[in-house]
């Protein structure tokens, strides 16, 4: 079983920016995928980015371009979600997850956080 823990949510202006960060269990780390999903109420969950694991490729979508960086520490078993120039529309909650194998952009995810609240302000 894999624990999966995001933190680093909070309140913030739009314009700004915030670091969110994702740690997940297990050894076998580095070869997770990652992703980044958002959800407001009332709406599907939406796959915000993922990287993959070994590779690091990164998926991004396109609301997001350009603003969002997706990095990943296998050092520390940790993912970093960069967000700046944050619209209203970005606030929502925001969930980690790992899973072993697959299409970074396919929402088959087996492994999820318990999400962290990112609310942008303007």
């Known amino acids: 079983q894999v624990q999966v823990v995001e933190s680093g949510g909070g309140l913030v202006q739009a314009g700004g920016s915030l670091k969110l960060s994702c740690s997940a269990s297990?050894?076998?780390?580095?070869?997770?995928?990652m992703g980044w999903f958002r959800q407001t109420p009332g709406k599907e969950r939406e796959l915000v980015a993922a990287i993959s694991g070994r590779t690091g490729l990164t998926y991004y979508v396109d609301s997001v371009k350009g603003r969002f960086t997706f990095s990943r520490d296998n050092a520390k078993n940790t993912v970093y979600l960069r967000m700046n120039n944050l619209k209203p529309e970005d606030t929502a909650v925001y969930y980690c997850?790992?899973?072993?194998?697959?299409?970074?952009?396919?929402?088959?995810?087996?492994?999820w956080g318990q999400g962290t609240q990112v609310t942008v302000s303007s």
């Open positions: 997850a790992a899973k072993v194998s697959g299409d970074i952009a396919a929402y088959d995810y087996d492994y």
């Open positions: 297990g050894v076998f780390f580095s070869s997770y995928h």
